[in-house]
């Protein structure tokens, strides 16, 4: 059982930054994936980021590309989404997840464990 705690979150003006962690204590297996979904009010959850065992191989939705950038560190067990020129559509709960394969899945169904949530809320 691995249990996942985000951090980070907050207030930010539009075009300020942010830096999510995610840390994960309990069993860890190899050839993981973690990935980062949001939830905005109403909305559905909608995939940000993911990155594959390799650490070097993120992925990102349209939206977010070249302005969020996730890191991987496995000695620590963390993840990170660092988030620059924050837009007031970013705001939204933050979920990190593992998937207990070695890439990343195409659907929220495809992750094994998830996290609580850290709120991020973009405005003036």
């Known amino acids: 059982q691995v249990t996942l705690v985000e951090s980070g979150g907050g207030l930010v003006q539009p075009g300020g930054s942010l830096r999510l962690s995610c840390a994960a204590s309990g069993f860890i297996l190899d050839s993981f994936s973690m990935g980062w979904f949001r939830q905005a009010p109403g909305k559905e959850r909608e995939g940000v980021s993911c990155v594959d065992r390799r650490q070097d191989n993120a992925t990102y939705v349209d939206s977010v590309k070249g302005r969020f950038t996730m890191s991987r560190d496995n000695a620590k067990k963390m993840v990170s989404l660092q988030m620059n020129n924050l837009k007031p559509e970013d705001t939204a709960i933050y979920y990190c997840?593992?998937?207990?394969?070695?890439?990343?899945?195409?659907?929220?169904?495809?992750?094994?464990?998830w996290g609580q949530g850290t709120q991020v809320t973009v405005a003036s």
């Open positions: 997840a593992v998937v207990w394969k070695p890439k990343c899945p195409s659907r929220a169904q495809g992750y094994d464990q």
